[in-house]
């Protein structure tokens, strides 16, 4: 089961042997290309016929698309959408700002081991979901993949509507096709706010507490509250505000749990909080969502701070994908790396979600290894951003595999 990827770019192929014997040689270099077809299987559409059934190898089903290896593409694909789109940030568009490998970060295609990954084509998508309602809920992470989906789509069907219900903080629908895509922003999937002592005196109160946020666990965020019932395919995720000191912090402004209405005795750590709150946000949905639509939860996008965290000058300035000990060193739990929050999220999230209908959308392998995709300098914050994506980028990649889940199990 061990991983193997440590391909970094395909073998070169160079050819400056000469050849004595020219029959050998036509031995050799047939030789050649049949060790690299088997070697590279290549990305056969699953959706060449839209309507029936797509084509599988029986052995090779289902696939693991977490496992794999970034290749170079030797030949540049075709952009499926570029800086031009006006819903990327701009901290987040790195072709615009300039940024050095900007457009090289598109030349990397995602190879899982024992299957090929199909490009979502954005007009067979507009096509197979019409009169489909699509809805990523969470943090700025997910805006990331939301900008990536939206811009596809947009590069194609030019006939939108702005779509923005109360609560929703944006969408939009493809009139020709009656399909809404929209983002509803939650950082902790939960509903939290303000709280300070009470003169009247309370638990919290006799415990010395002064102030700090309400999370009450069991109350989704008004932002999505009515999505289940609204949207036929969610995507849902949730991770690094639990350990967010910059808002959170432990001493000052410290996370106190609510359940019922009333504090969680004796307070509990946000490592408890995340648990408990995952807990009744998916019995939530599961009990919101119209029959026959599809869950999804994305797992932990990672962060790439090296040389300190991103507060200690940390940065990410790596040109190309990490090598598979790189990756180790920037994640190990064990070794309480930097960057180990997303695996420790990870556990939580497997956790929850085990025995739920979510289905698992696992993008955490694949995106360790891109320490280069982050917008590094370009993020227009006073500290490097090696959190969030450039876009074009990354998370046209989640979309892929979001396309691929929702084909495996419809067909
Ligand atoms: C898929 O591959 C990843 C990476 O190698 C591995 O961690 C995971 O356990 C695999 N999942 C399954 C269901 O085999
Ligand atoms: C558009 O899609 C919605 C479902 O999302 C459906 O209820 C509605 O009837 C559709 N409208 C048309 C004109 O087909
Ligand atoms: C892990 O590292 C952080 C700083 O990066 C430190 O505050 C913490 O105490 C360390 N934890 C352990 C168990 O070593």
């Not at 060449?48 to 089903?61: H, I, Y």
């Not at 939009?172 to 096709?177: A, G, I, P, S």
């Not at 505000?241 to 432990?250: E, G, L, Q, T, V």
């Not at 990410?316 to 990490?322: I, T, Y």
Request: contains cysteine; charged residues 25%.
């Amino acid at each position: 089961m061990a991983a193997k990827p440590t391909t970094r770019r395909p073998l070169s192929t160079s050819s400056s042997f000469s050849c004595f014997v020219p029959f050998l040689c036509l031995v050799f270099l047939l030789l050649l290309a049949l060790f690299f077809s088997a070697a590279r299987p290549s990305v056969v559409s699953r959706y060449d016929d839209l309507l029936g059934e797509p084509t599988r190898d029986k052995n090779r089903w289902p696939c693991n698309y977490s496992d794999g290896a970034w290749v170079l593409d030797p030949d540049p694909v075709a952009l499926r959408y570029d800086h031009t789109c006006k819903e990327i940030f701009k901290g987040w568009n790195c072709i615009a700002s300039g940024k050095h490998n900007g457009r090289d970060l598109l030349r990397w295609r995602w190879q899982p081991s024992r299957c090929g990954l199909p490009r979502l084509e954005p007009l067979r998508f507009l096509r197979r979901f019409r009169n489909t309602n699509i809805g990523f809920v969470g943090d700025s992470l997910n805006r990331n993949m939301y900008v990536s989906l939206v811009c596809m789509l947009r590069s194609v069907s030019r006939g939108v509507r702005k779509w923005r219900p109360a609560g929703a903080d944006r969408g939009f629908t493809f009139l020709d096709y009656n399909l809404t895509v929209a983002y509803h922003r939650t950082n902790l999937l939960v509903r939290y706010g303000r709280w300070s002592a009470s003169d009247n005196g309370g638990a919290l109160e006799s415990l010395g507490i002064k102030q700090g946020y309400r999370v009450d666990v069991d109350v989704p965020e008004h932002t999505w509250a009515e999505a289940p019932s609204f949207h036929h395919i969610l995507i849902f995720n949730t991770g690094h505000w639990w350990w967010a000191p910059s808002k959170f912090d432990p001493e000052q402004s410290p996370m106190l749990f609510f359940e019922k209405g009333l504090p969680v005795l004796p307070p509990v750590t946000p490592e408890i909080g995340i648990d408990l709150a995952l807990k009744h946000m998916i019995s939530y949905v599961e009990r919101r969502a119209a029959k026959g639509s599809r869950t999804f939860f994305r797992t932990q996008s990672p962060r790439h701070f090296e040389g300190g965290d991103w507060n200690q000058g940390g940065s990410c300035r790596r040109r190309e994908p990490l090598l598979s000990h790189e990756v180790e060193e920037l994640f190990s739990v064990e070794r309480n790396a930097t960057n180990a929050e997303v695996r420790v999220i990870n556990q939580h999230l497997y956790k929850a979600l085990q025995r739920s209908s979510f289905q698992v959308l696992d993008i955490t392998r694949m995106s360790e290894f891109r320490a280069d995709a982050h917008p590094s300098t370009m993020g227009r914050k006073k500290h490097e951003d090696c959190m969030h994506w450039c876009l074009p980028g990354l998370t046209d990649t989640w979309n892929d595999v979001l396309m691929a889940a929702l084909e495996d199990s419809t067909s």
